[in-house]
């Protein structure tokens, strides 16, 4: 499995912005890449998919409480995934993570919470 190294997560004030980065070690994302994506986990709380796409296709998948403020992206000149977070909220609050895999069921798709092995993941904190 493809280790992966998060970063870009820091404290922020509320309606801030923050973008944060994905990178594979030892690996090139390509175009025919499967499904990945961000996902996230609060203290006390079950790990919850963020945002994924389909490199392929350039479908983008987001949960319904960050459509419209989150964007996917990949840059493979960069090697890099994104996370482009917008008017974040305290409820942003969280350790999220990346991962090379996501779930499909009925046309819809999302980061696997389980992939492994997970990065040290990178904090983000919105105070109000």
């Known amino acids: 499995q493809v280790r992966l190294a998060e970063s870009g997560g820091q404290p922020v004030r509320t309606g801030g912005s923050l973008r944060l980065s994905c990178e594979p070690m030892g690996h090139k994302y390509s175009a025919n890449d499967n499904c990945m994506g961000w996902f996230r986990q609060a203290p006390g709380k079950e790990p919850e998919g963020v945002a994924a796409?389909?490199?392929?296709?350039?479908?983008?998948y987001y949960v319904d409480s960050v459509k419209g403020r989150f964007t996917i992206s990949r840059d493979i000149a960069e090697n890099t995934m994104y996370l482009h977070m917008t008017n974040l909220k305290p409820e942003d609050t969280a350790l999220y993570y990346c991962?090379?895999?996501?779930?499909?069921?009925?046309?819809?798709?999302?980061?696997?919470?389980?992939?492994?092995?997970r990065g040290q993941g990178t904090q983000v904190t919105v105070s109000s």
């Open positions: 796409i389909w490199p392929a296709g350039g479908r983008t």
């Open positions: 991962a090379l895999d996501c779930y499909c069921s009925s046309g819809d798709c999302m980061t696997d919470v389980d992939y492994r092995p």
